[in-house]
């Protein structure tokens, strides 16, 4: 069974940066592409940024130049680095994977999610 875990998330005063992290267990015979999703109160989940198993990436106007996504093959590890926060971005962050499972199907998994509250 294929499992996400994040960390990373904490409380940090806007301005500040975090790093996100997410650890991929399981078999997988390809890795489509993951992403940062996140969740503010009241709001819908919404995408933050992705990275195809190419490598390129895709970014919500809202953190563009400010975060950057990229991966670790050796740890089955994808991170969200984000930088110059705003209490904005304060949400729960979600990683999610799209893969090709052993059984040749193209199938998807979310992670528990990653607080990040940033405080003006």
């Known amino acids: 069974q294929v499992q996400l875990v994040e960390s990373g998330g904490d409380l940090v005063q806007a301005g500040g940066s975090l790093r996100l992290s997410c650890v991929v267990s399981g078999s997988i015979l390809r890795f489509n592409t993951m992403g940062w999703y996140r969740q503010a109160p009241g709001s819908q989940r919404a995408l933050v940024a992705t990275?195809?198993?190419?490598?390129?990436?895709n970014y919500a106007d809202s953190v563009e130049g400010r975060f950057t996504i990229s991966r670790d093959n050796a740890k089955n590890t994808v991170f969200l680095q984000m930088n110059s926060l705003k209490p904005e971005d304060t949400a729960v962050y979600y990683c999610?994977?799209?893969?090709?499972?052993?059984?040749?199907?193209?199938?998807?998994?979310w992670g528990q999610g990653t607080l990040v509250t940033v405080s003006s």
């Open positions: 990275i195809t198993g190419g490598g390129t990436t």
């Open positions: 999610n994977l799209n893969y090709l499972g052993t059984r040749l199907r193209n199938l998807e998994v």
